[in-house]
């Protein structure tokens, strides 16, 4: 079973040689797929010495990247973190293991901070990005997060990421709809550390701003639920 990991970068110089590093040191090695954006910084030249594959995404934002990744991977499973995140060493091990079950389509679990950040922000991450989606899942409703994510490069052909905004709940949702919710799987083990940077002026406002508000206009605004053009 071979692993590609899809990371997508702009700007991230100071993250993505800490990211790429703990993906190249797993302990099974997959295929490092850098998608990045127009950048200002070393970026490129930091994925280019670092991962197997680098592809532009030509300015044409943050969803068409997430299928320029899967289509540029050659892997059967295709998972994603972000570039601030720094994957334990059995992280894709354990995708592997999980992937050995035929039937399961999608997989993901919790964030948890790497580094210090304040204990505000520690107890409402911990509420926000592990207690509450392994609430849901012990409820049978397993929604996928994008910083840590794996699918079958299978089902991306037939259910590509398609939302402007929460293009992660909304694969989920779509997954869902069509009959494949015991297909997915949210693993409470299954942990991703990254950063608080996003979180650090407010981490509620933040939430609120980007999560809920998108979540709404998602679900109950069908004039904007921001979909791509195929």
């Known amino acids: 079973m071979k692993i590609s990991v899809v990371v997508q970068a702009k700007n991230e110089e100071k993250y993505?040689?800490?990211?790429?590093?703990a993906l190249r040191k797993q302990l099974l090695r997959p295929e490092i797929v850098v998608v990045y954006g127009p950048s200002n910084d070393r970026t490129v030249q930091i994925a280019k010495k670092l991962a197997d594959k680098v592809v532009f995404d030509h300015g044409k934002g943050f969803t068409p990247a997430r299928n320029m990744g899967w289509k540029a991977a050659t892997g059967d499973i295709v998972a994603y973190?972000?570039?601030?995140?720094?994957?334990?060493?059995?992280?894709?091990?354990?995708?592997?293991?999980?992937?050995?079950?035929?039937?399961?389509?999608?997989?993901?679990?919790?964030?948890?901070?790497s580094g210090k950040s304040s204990l505000n922000i520690r107890l409402a991450f911990k509420m926000w990005a592990e207690l509450f989606p392994d609430f849901w899942a012990l409820m049978g409703h397993n929604n996928i997060w994008g910083a840590n994510m794996a699918f079958r490069r299978s089902i991306l052909k037939k259910f590509p990421f398609n939302a402007k905004f929460l293009e992660d709940y909304d694969i989920g949702r779509r997954l869902r709809r069509h009959g494949f919710k015991?297909?997915?799987?949210?693993?409470?083990?299954f942990k991703m550390p990254a950063s608080d940077r996003r979180f650090k002026r407010s981490f509620y406002r933040t939430a609120i701003k980007?999560?809920?508000?998108?979540?709404?206009?998602?679900?109950?605004?069908?004039?904007?639920?921001?979909?791509?053009?195929?």
Do not use: E
């Open 182 to 189: 015991r297909q997915i799987k949210f693993d409470r083990h």
């Open 16 to 21: 993505l040689p800490i990211c790429l590093n």
């Open 81 to 113: 973190c972000d570039a601030d995140a720094v994957p334990n060493k059995d992280w894709t091990a354990r995708i592997a293991k999980h992937f050995t079950n035929p039937m399961l389509l999608a997989l993901s679990g919790p964030l948890i901070l």
């Open 210 to 230: 980007y999560y809920a508000i998108n979540w709404l206009r998602i679900n109950f605004n069908r004039q904007a639920k921001g979909y791509l053009k195929a």
